[in-house]
């Protein structure tokens, strides 16, 4: 048996796509207080470092094309559509369970954004970490799932034996 078999256990999809609707599921909503109790730029101090706030980003990371007159709209939400359904099918197959993690948690970051961006025309974010005068731009629960997803397949591709390891000449 292989070793990647052997790491691999099998676990339904459903759970994978249950916890990713979880995720998705969270961060609707953590936006929807912030929408009910915060005025739109509004701020919450809760420590020298750390503010909750009500900011709409309607571009990607970072407000990447958040002035482009509004086709970006359309633009993310196709590509959180393709990826969702890509993700969806990726977790149908046995996998490692800590790539199984990794695809489910950018599937539900994934569909968080993309309701905010179907229903409302923009990103809700709320997390806001500072320091004196620098801040990090505001975040969501969703974008975490997505980083921290991507950082887990990552790790998780540094531990799997290269296709190319069991290869003689």
Request: proline share 4%.
């Amino acid at each position: 048996m292989k070793a990647h078999q052997e790491a691999t256990h099998y676990v339904t999809p459903w759970f994978w796509w249950g916890l990713a609707t979880a995720v998705a599921t969270l961060d609707q909503g953590f936006k929807s207080i912030v929408e009910r109790l915060f005025a739109l730029g509004s701020t919450l101090p809760l420590s020298s470092f750390f503010n909750i706030v009500h900011a709409r980003n309607t571009g990607a990371a970072f407000s990447f094309l958040a002035e482009a007159g509004g086709w970006q709209r359309y633009f993310f939400i196709a590509i959180a559509l393709v990826v969702s359904v890509v993700l969806a099918l990726l977790l149908r197959h046995a996998r490692p369970p800590s790539e199984s993690l990794g695809y489910c948690l950018i599937l539900g970051g994934a569909i968080g954004n993309l309701i905010d961006r179907s229903f409302r025309g923009y990103v809700v974010d709320y997390l806001d970490f500072y320091y004196q005068t620098w801040s990090w731009p505001a975040f969501n629960l969703a974008d975490i799932a997505i980083v921290g997803g991507v950082l887990l397949l990552f790790l998780s591709s540094l531990s799997q034996p290269s296709p190319q390891a069991g290869r003689t000449g």
